[in-house]
């Protein structure tokens, strides 16, 4: 048993739509963050109210959560065989939620990659 390409994008965009919250390393002081995707709408009310922000941990718990979902739905499933399905599925959440204009590259870089033609 598996879960839809459906279950998996309303699962991602829960998180990613929610407060954005960036991963920060202790140690080194380091933040991770999250420049290729932003929402295609800011939010529309709270603390980030306009910010169209994902954060690096929101992405990070999104992709857990819908990895144990799936094991949580057959946890007889090789970890190999897991893993490559959660990936899996977990681009095609994010392709569906650019499709359906949830979430977009961020404009500068999508700009990055046009090439000029003479």
Not at 17 to 34: F, I, K, Q, Y
Not at 64 to 76: E, G
Request: proline content about 3%; some cysteine.
């Amino acid at each position: 048993m598996t879960i839809s390409a459906i279950e998996a994008s309303n699962i991602i965009r829960r998180v990613v739509t929610s407060l954005p919250v960036e991963v920060l390393d202790d140690e080194s002081g380091e933040m991770w963050s999250v420049g290729e995707y932003e929402l295609v709408e800011g939010r529309p009310s709270g603390d980030c109210a306009g910010s169209r922000e994902i954060g690096s941990a929101n992405l990070i718990i999104s992709y857990n959560m819908l990895y144990k979902k799936l094991y949580s739905k057959n946890r007889t499933i090789p970890k190999s065989e897991l893993t490559t399905q959660s990936v899996s599925l977990f681009k095609e959440a994010i392709n569906d939620l650019i499709e359906k204009r949830i979430i977009r590259v961020v404009p500068e870089i999508q700009r990055q990659t046009f090439k000029l033609i003479n």
